[in-house]
């Protein structure tokens, strides 16, 4: 699909833009049935920091499986085929590396907010060109933790972060204040919906308040090939959050 030029005018001024229906309702059962393959057959065979739960004893808590298209073919090329790479090299105005495929829940009543933070802040790019897809794949309103974005704080630099104790998003802006909040857009979203935010986009969403709603999407993370990795630093990064997980036993 291709983008309208007022979808990148959007893209590019909001930092964030949300292509409606982009996945049919059989495309999103399709995906809903492969996350279940993969629950069922990839995690068990899985490291532990590939695969986060609330509660990790219980297994229907599931809240992110990581790499996805590390793991398997089926969301390899999910990555790297035609539904979603292109529309990256549209809005970054380069070609793409494709980086990362994950699965976010929010489970019923326990389903953690998102603290408020930059993607940016965790690739460790240079320059921060990057982009993130997020697929619904239920309908997701204010109850059950939609996506809330900054407009145009993609183009005032990173905002501090600092620890958040959050399982999955470990760090978070450290000055978020009353003003950030009513500054906020709340984006609902219907099964199929593809939001897409930049790197640099300041967002967070509420915990899951409903009793009986999962909040389920799948994110998918392209960095520009413009864009330098600063390797090492992210490697000792992500080392030392699994052993500090490790140690608390969250995973
Ligand atoms: O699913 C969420 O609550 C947050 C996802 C997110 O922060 C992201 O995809 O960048």
């Known amino acids: 699909m291709t983008i309208t ?33 993969f629950v069922d057959e990839i995690i068990p065979q899985l490291d532990p920091e590939e695969a986060f739960y609330e509660d990790k004893t219980c297994l229907e808590t599931l809240k992110q499986i990581h790499r996805m298209c590390e793991h398997d073919a089926y969301f390899a090329e999910q990555m790297q085929g035609e539904r979603f790479q292109p529309l990256a090299q549209q809005l970054l105005q ?72 959050t399982l999955g998003f470990s760090q978070g802006i450290s000055d978020y204040s009353p003003e950030d909040i009513q500054k906020e857009v709340a984006v609902h979203a219907e099964p199929g919906d593809l939001i897409i935010h930049h790197s640099m986009t300041v967002h967070r969403a ?19 090939a413009d864009a330098e990795v600063a390797s090492e630093k992210v490697a000792a990064y992500q080392q030392q959050l699994v052993e500090e997980l490790t140690a608390d036993g969250k995973i």
């Open 94 to 165: 380069s070609e793409v590396v494709s980086k990362n495929m994950q699965y976010f829940n929010k489970p019923p009543g326990i389903g953690k907010p998102t603290p408020p933070h930059q993607d940016g802040y965790y690739f460790m790019l240079e320059p921060n060109e990057a982009l993130t897809m997020w697929l619904a794949l239920d309908y997701v309103d204010e109850e059950n933790g939609c996506l809330r974005y900054l407009p145009g704080s993609h183009l005032t630099g990173m905002r501090e972060h600092q620890k958040s104790g």
């Open 5 to 37: 030029p007022e979808q990148l005018k959007q893209y590019q001024t909001d930092g964030f833009v949300v292509l409606r229906r982009y996945l049919s309702n059989d495309e999103v059962e399709e995906m809903v049935e492969q996350v279940r393959r």
């Open 206 to 224: 509420n915990g899951n308040q409903a009793e009986d709603r999962h909040r389920r999407a799948m994110g998918m993370v392209y960095y520009s």
